[in-house]
């Protein structure tokens, strides 16, 4: 599942190719892609209105229209190519937004999971999606103190934690690893046991790993491309998920099922703490 540098990347790309660009029609061919409002409201709103920003929310993408904000969730597979209006579309091509400059922007998604919801400027966040988002991992607001005040009730595994959106958005299971990794944190520890020098470390590894990722494009796992076939280079970056061997000690990788998530640790370099 694209986590947030994937996204980042893919917001990077569009907003070289459709900036500026507006909407004279919208075609969905699976109506279950949009999630608010209806379809026939959703084509009528989106029609004459010209995509002026494209940001990010966590996972989420934010095309900036004239009077509304179109979100899209790429879930599992979800990918954005610019192709001509003439162009054969494919059976995974779901939705497409054609421009008055007769190209199209096509949304492909082979699993259908990704979701689109439409809002108004003035509401987009105070609902849902975006209204139980937690802060960005940049934001200055994180700080060892909110952690804490956060993590404070929470009897469950760190590694659960950090996949918790309303906390920190952004970090999906990938990540999750290497900032453990770096963080020499083990999975399992429980959040409500990590001291406030460890809650900074996860701090500045989940700045450090996702920067890194942004700059190397994000990370190609199984089914996953940015766009226009722009595969993430942070792949051969990685540390700890996804390997046999750590690169510090040099012992097996362990990989098991923490909170239904396959997790890969070290437990040489990740001691456990305890509570």
Same mark, same amino acid.
């Given at each position: 599942? /694209?986590?947030?540098?994937?996204?980042?990347? %893919?917001?990077? =790309?569009?907003?070289?190719? %459709?900036?500026?660009?507006? =909407?004279?029609?919208?075609?969905?061919? +699976?109506?279950? !892609? %949009?999630? *608010?409002?209806?379809?026939?409201?959703?084509?009528?709103?989106?029609?004459?209105?010209? =995509?002026r920003d494209i940001q990010r929310r966590g996972k989420w993408l934010l095309f900036i229209l004239d009077d509304d904000v179109l979100l899209s969730h790429l879930r599992m597979e979800g990918k954005y190519n610019l192709k001509n209006k003439n162009d054969l579309r494919t059976k *995974?091509? *779901? %939705?497409?937004?054609?421009?008055?400059?007769?190209?199209?922007?096509r949304y492909h998604?082979?699993?259908?999971?990704?979701?689109?919801y439409l809002y108004s400027k003035n509401e987009v966040m105070q609902v849902e999606p975006l209204l139980s988002l937690g802060l960005e991992p940049w934001d200055e607001n994180?700080?060892?103190? +909110?952690?804490?005040?956060?993590?404070?009730?929470? @009897?469950? /595994? =760190?590694?659960?934690?950090?996949?918790d959106q309303t906390i920190i958005s952004g970090i999906g299971n990938i990540y999750d690893d290497? !900032?453990?990794?770096?963080?020499?944190?083990h999975p399992k520890t429980k959040s409500n046991a990590l001291s406030k020098r460890q809650l900074r470390t996860i701090?500045?590894?989940?700045?450090l790993v996702l920067q890194k990722a942004i700059e190397q494009g994000g990370t190609t796992i199984r089914s996953f491309e940015a766009s226009e076939g722009v595969h993430g280079r942070f792949q051969h970056e990685l540390s700890i998920h996804?390997?046999?061997?750590? /690169?510090?000690?040099? @012992?097996?990788v362990m990989k098991e099922f923490i909170g239904g998530r396959g997790t890969y640790y070290c437990k040489h370099c990740q001691k456990k703490t305890y509570k």
């Open positions: 599942m /694209p986590e947030l540098p994937e996204v980042e990347t %893919v917001k990077n =790309i569009l907003k070289t190719k %459709v900036l500026g660009k507006k =909407i004279v029609d919208v075609v969905i061919s +699976y109506p279950n !892609i %949009v999630a *608010h409002p209806s379809i026939s409201e959703f084509q009528k709103r989106m029609k004459s209105q010209t =995509i *995974h091509e *779901h %939705v497409s937004f054609l421009f008055s400059d007769d190209t199209e922007l998604d082979t699993r259908k999971f990704g979701r689109m994180l700080t060892e103190s +909110y952690l804490k005040k956060k993590f404070s009730k929470k @009897n469950i /595994p =760190i590694k659960t934690a950090l996949l290497e !900032i453990l990794f770096l963080s020499h944190i701090i500045d590894m989940t700045r996804g390997k046999n061997e750590c /690169p510090i000690c040099h @012992n097996p």
